[in-house]
């Protein structure tokens, strides 16, 4: 007969009395309050070490065989969460997971008695392999492939991915472990520089008059009927002439000087997870996040585009946060539509078709985001199709697109 799997709880506590595994460890005297490192795997001081505990439990549990199985620490670490966060005797005290200096983390026991008859623990503990976890934490540890900042020798900004993952995990020490880089995260791609588009449509006094979807990875720059300064960054999308869309010569004559006072334009660009807007001309404008149909004109505008400085319209963080709690249920879908108003106050008191000139602007990657969420909906088994430009179709579970996404949280910057 095979050697039964240990309990977590019991095992943990003779762990940390033992004392071998580096950074697991007590920290008071009374051994309620522990601390287990927890460093992500793509930064390039990763030591195996650092991962000692989550693999000494994927061996313990049986989940892993060294020899026979390949190593993989987003994996363990999950796995291991996923058994503490089980536990009601035991709770996170503290997040210190994003310490430059020092990841990690802080649990405690409830009361001493709860450490005292953990190994009295007969609640149930999957099997690692198996185990379930919690969407919104595993959707940090699996997108962790995905770089949100500058790349600090390109000096570019965005969504930009990361080079080799194995030059920035595997140090000297693990070279005995050649496979740890964490599983091709197939979100990258449609969120790669090369990928970010917007669909651009205007409006004056509530008709169409212009619809375009453009490839602007440098950002664009909503400018009017004049002579455009190429030299500025972001591709110029020029709005039309009123003349062939608008009958009444006074709404014309509004709309042309509402164009003529864009100057050098609305610029919007991306810089790491957010997307900012500046105002380079005479024309005010004011912008709010609302549906894709509709600006929720009701509830009166996020903000007025600055004029000398530049201010966030849009945060990726608390997006993919919301998607997550609507593919778990909570029916509000996350917002993603920017809506500006140019030249006049927000349409807060009147209908928005009054207005003269209303931009849309929809980051296309982020409505996929959203429509693949639609397909999964509540069911886990339920697969949804990722369509990327150039590539054949990726088709997953509903369960692993939750878990790259909350990988993708663990990689923002808050």
């Known amino acids: 007969m095979g050697t039964p799997k240990p309990r977590i709880l019991p095992w943990l506590v003779s762990q940390l009395d033992l004392g071998q595994l580096e950074g697991v460890a007590w920290l008071d005297e009374s051994r309620t309050r522990f601390r287990i490192p927890w460093k992500h795997g793509l930064r390039q001081d990763a030591q195996v070490a650092d991962f000692g505990i989550f693999q000494a439990w994927a061996e313990a549990s049986g989940a892993y065989v060294p020899g026979k199985d390949k190593p993989d620490l ?31 983390k802080v649990y405690e026991f409830v009361t001493p008695a709860a450490r005292d008859f953990a190994h009295l623990d007969t609640s149930p503990d999957p099997n690692s392999r198996s185990s379930l976890s919690d969407p919104q934490e595993d959707l940090r540890e699996l997108l962790g492939d995905m770089v949100l900042e500058p790349l600090p020798d390109e000096g570019s900004s965005g969504l930009a991915i990361a080079p080799d993952h194995s030059q920035l995990l595997l140090s000297p020490n693990l070279d005995n472990l050649p496979n740890l880089a964490p599983q091709e995260n197939p979100l990258r791609q449609l969120l790669a520089e090369e990928q970010w588009e917007f669909e651009v449509t205007a409006f004056y006094r509530g008709r169409q008059v212009f619809q375009q979807t453009l490839f602007c990875p440098g950002g664009l720059r ?46 919007l660009w991306r810089s790491g997870q957010c997307l900012r807007a500046q105002r380079l001309g005479r024309s005010h404008s004011f912008w709010a996040l609302g549906d894709e149909l509709l600006p929720d004109s009701g509830r009166g505008p996020d903000g007025e585009v600055p004029k000398d400085q530049d201010g966030v319209v849009f945060d990726l963080g608390p997006f993919v946060t919301d998607l997550i ?19 006049e106050s927000w349409p807060q008191d009147q ?26 909906g509540a069911s886990s088994l339920r697969t949804v199709d990722l369509h990327i430009s150039n590539s054949q179709p990726i088709s997953f579970t509903s369960d692993q697109y939750k878990a790259y996404l909350q990988d993708l949280m663990e990689e923002m910057d808050f």
């Open 74 to 104: 987003s994996t363990w670490k999950r796995n291991f969460r996923s058994a503490l966060n089980r536990k009601e005797v035991l709770r996170l005290a503290d997040d210190q997971s994003k310490d430059p200096f020092d990841p990690h």
């Open 222 to 267: 909503l400018v009017g009927t004049t002579a455009d300064n190429r030299t500025l960054p972001g591709q110029p999308v020029t709005l039309p002439d009123p003349e062939g869309f608008l009958t009444d010569r006074l709404v014309r004559e509004y709309v042309s000087q509402v164009l003529k006072g864009l100057g050098q334009g609305l610029f």
């Open 325 to 343: 709690a609507f593919m778990e249920g909570s029916g509000h879908s996350p917002r993603y539509t920017l809506w500006f108003c140019v030249g």
């Open 351 to 376: 209908p928005w078709i009054k207005r003269l000139v209303m931009v849309k602007v929809v980051p296309t990657c982020l409505k996929e985001l959203l429509e693949m969420a639609r397909e999964g």
